[in-house]
């Protein structure tokens, strides 16, 4: 067997902004506008158009025309890194598509943290009665049942107030590579021994909404320096300052939570002094991860060019200035690229 993500879309919330254009996102392609998302695929070596499984992680604005691009089936699963909107649009019409097959008799799998089940079911209140959801907990391994063999942990991240739960999730498993989708993030809330375990990934795909600091946009960013300088941008700085631990962890805490959130979060005070130990770069995290191949996915641009006047980029350029600027900073070379939509990365 085989295991593989195909990226269905790679794109944040709003890849052009109307009346403007972006040189990352082709204007009349659905494919290019399509919402970061992946299906996790498993099939026989030997025909490889016959999917054994698949699960998605994230579906959000044109979710659902790119699987149907790409081979058209009702995947098994889907897991949710937060509810945003650009994460969760898709869910329905895929959720419909399981429902009708199965004559309104068989309610469709779902994987989430608990907060971020809360705020899907405030924005698709109908849909509560027709999905099974599997709650997970933070740093804690979990058998995706539809897959057979693959696990999944979620690990919290801090993306703002509004995304309650959001987390990052790790795939591990029997025949399979273990991979890092780091949904939406300004920084990682993990433990010092998580990065133990996450350090065992093969391949991560990572939020680029930003490549110079913008921590307001709840969004981390490729570098903590300002454009071609080697200092610390003063918006991170400021950040460091204005905000606290506890105001990072508030997000995933809730009246009636599970005694294992609140135990995970108490061992991740324990481990961090101050916000500025946190990573809040993508340099910074993989320089304490390690991972060999780290795919950029959900680029912006705009907050560079409104806070720093630096020009939107393609694909091309991103994945040069990335590996330059982590050349800049004596880290391995060429680790960092842009996905195709549509393209198959083996695990
Ligand atoms: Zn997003
Ligand atoms: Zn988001």
């Not at 509810?83 to 008799?105: C, E, T």
């Not at 469709?108 to 971020?116: A, D, F, I, Q």
Request: one cysteine or more; glycine letters at 4%.
């Amino acid at each position: 067997m085989n295991v593989a993500i195909r990226i269905n879309g790679r794109a944040p919330a709003w890849p052009v902004l109307l009346e403007n254009e972006h040189p990352f996102y082709a204007p009349y392609s659905p494919g290019s506008l399509a919402s970061v998302s992946y299906s996790i695929l498993a099939y026989e070596e030997s025909v490889p158009e016959n999917k054994l499984w698949e699960t998605v992680v994230d579906a959000g604005h044109n979710t659902v025309p790119s699987l149907i691009q790409h081979g058209n089936r009702i995947p098994e699963t889907i897991l949710l890194t937060h509810a945003h909107n650009d994460h969760v649009l898709g869910v329905d019409w895929i959720v419909q598509s399981y429902y009708f097959k199965h004559r309104k008799s068989k309610k469709y799998p779902l994987y989430s943290t608990k907060e971020v089940w809360y705020s899907f079911i405030q924005l698709f209140p109908y849909l509560q009665d027709i999905i099974a959801h599997t709650e997970l907990l933070p740093g804690r391994k979990t058998l995706i049942k539809e897959t057979g063999n693959m696990f999944v942990t979620a690990f919290p991240v801090y993306h703002g107030e509004s995304a309650r739960g959001a987390s990052m999730l790790f795939f591990e498993g029997e025949g399979l590579q273990p991979a890092i989708i780091s949904g939406d993030l300004l920084c990682p809330l993990l433990r010092k021994k998580d990065y133990q375990t996450l350090n065992r990934a093969r391949v991560m795909f990572v939020d680029t909404n930003n490549r110079y600091p913008d921590p307001l946009s709840n969004h981390t960013s490729f570098t903590s320096r300002l454009p071609g300088k080697k200092e610390k941008a003063d918006k991170l700085t400021m950040w460091f300052n204005s905000t606290s631990l506890k105001r990072l962890v508030d997000p995933h805490i809730c009246s009636n939570c599970h005694t294992s959130i609140r135990h995970y979060f108490d061992e991740f005070m324990t481990d961090w002094k101050q916000v500025s130990d946190v990573p809040h770069t993508i340099l910074e995290l993989n320089k304490l991860l390690k991972i060999p191949e780290v795919y950029l996915v959900h680029y912006f641009g705009y907050y560079d060019r409104i806070n720093y006047s630096e020009d939107l980029m393609n694909t091309h350029m991103l994945e040069k200035w990335a590996n330059n600027c982590a050349k800049e900073m004596n880290m391995y070379e060429e680790i960092f690229k842009v996905p195709q939509v549509g393209e198959l990365i083996n695990l």
